[in-house]
């Protein structure tokens, strides 16, 4: 069965060009023009993806994804954003979505990360490099540094205390833990959890590493992520 697209764009000549090059590419695309027809088809037929634009009329894209999350949706979403300041890529993190494409893009980078987002669902095989090589823990249950995952019902807990976690937060963390004491690149990250490299220049694992350090950091207990400078992360108790 071809994978299932929910494409919201206000533009026409852009809705109606992504439609095509997405049905050509083999996804069942299913294209609306705002934030409202989006939310509308959403609940009525779950797409597996959705692609939203930031700026609609009505229900802008952000809001399309606050509300898919606080209902508990966890479809991946991709952006599409004229916006370039990172506050703004920031802000469409903070509403739920997973990545997102800048204005004007190249339908190959879109393609490129919706294969990501696919592969990161299970629908596709994900290739883990030698570097981070996993070691063989239960299937199950993890524990490391005072961390405990489940990882089959996606619950997370530092001691007694059970971490609130978005699917994102819940890999990145279930990568580290998995690693613990092992120095991750950020190229290996990405790929792991994005299934992408955004470049030198991107922000989004240093924005995620810095969620999960707020919900993970307890006072007077020892930070477990560490920054190893122009390397990347590691997960250990000092």
Same mark, same amino acid.
């Given at each position: 069965?071809? $994978?299932? =697209?929910?494409?919201?764009?206000?533009?026409?000549?852009?809705?109606?060009?992504?439609?095509?090059?997405?049905?050509? /590419?083999?996804? $069942?695309?299913?294209?609306?023009?705002?934030?409202? /027809?989006?939310?509308? $088809? @959403?609940?009525? &037929? %779950?797409? *597996?993806? #959705? =692609?939203?634009?930031? &700026? &609609?009329?009505?229900?802008?894209?952000? $809001?399309?994804?606050?509300?898919? !999350?606080?209902?508990?949706?966890?479809?991946?979403?991709?952006?599409?954003?004229?916006? =370039?300041?990172?506050?703004?890529?920031?802000?469409?993190?903070?509403?739920?979505?997973?990545?997102?494409?800048?204005?004007?893009?190249?339908?190959?980078?879109?393609?490129?990360?919706? !294969?990501? #987002?696919?592969?990161?669902?299970?629908?596709?095989?994900?290739?883990?490099?030698?570097?981070?090589?996993?070691?063989?823990?239960?299937?199950?249950?993890?524990?490391?540094?005072?961390?405990?995952?489940?990882?089959?019902?996606? +619950? @997370?807990?530092?001691? %007694?205390?059970?971490?609130?976690?978005?699917?994102?937060?819940?890999?990145?963390?279930?990568?580290?833990?998995?690693?613990?004491?092992?120095?991750?690149?950020?190229?290996?990250?990405? *790929?792991?959890?994005?299934?992408? *490299?955004?470049? %030198?220049?991107?922000?989004?694992?240093?924005?995620?590493?810095?969620?999960? +350090?707020?919900?993970? *950091? /307890?006072?007077?207990? %020892?930070?477990?992520?560490?920054? =190893?400078?122009?390397?990347?992360?590691?997960?250990?108790?000092?």
């Amino acid at each position: 069965m071809p $994978q299932t =697209v929910l494409l919201a764009e206000d533009d026409r000549a852009i809705r109606h060009a992504l439609e095509r090059a997405l049905t050509l /590419e083999g996804y $069942q695309v299913t294209a609306v023009a705002d934030g409202v /027809e989006a939310l509308a $088809q @959403a609940h009525r &037929m %779950p797409p *597996d993806v #959705l =692609v939203l634009d930031v &700026m &609609m009329p009505g229900i802008d894209g952000l $809001q399309v994804c606050r509300v898919l !999350r606080a209902e508990g949706d966890r479809t991946p979403i991709l952006m599409l954003t004229a916006l =370039v300041e990172t506050q703004d890529r920031i802000a469409g993190l903070d509403a739920g979505a997973d990545d997102y494409v800048v204005k004007p893009f190249d339908v190959e980078e879109v393609f490129a990360r919706l !294969r990501a #987002l696919l592969r990161r669902t299970g629908t596709a095989p994900v290739e883990v490099p030698a570097k981070a090589a996993e070691p063989q823990l239960p299937p199950r249950l993890l524990e490391a540094a005072g961390l405990r995952m489940d990882v089959q019902a996606r +619950r @997370a807990w530092r001691g %007694p205390r059970e971490l609130e976690l978005t699917r994102t937060e819940f890999e990145l963390l279930e990568l580290l833990v998995r690693n613990a004491g092992i120095v991750l690149d950020h190229s290996t990250i990405y *790929d792991r959890i994005w299934g992408y *490299d955004f470049g %030198p220049g991107s922000k989004n694992l240093a924005v995620y590493v810095g969620y999960l +350090r707020r919900k993970l *950091d /307890e006072p007077g207990a %020892p930070q477990l992520i560490h920054t =190893v400078r122009g390397v990347g992360y590691v997960l250990r108790e000092d």
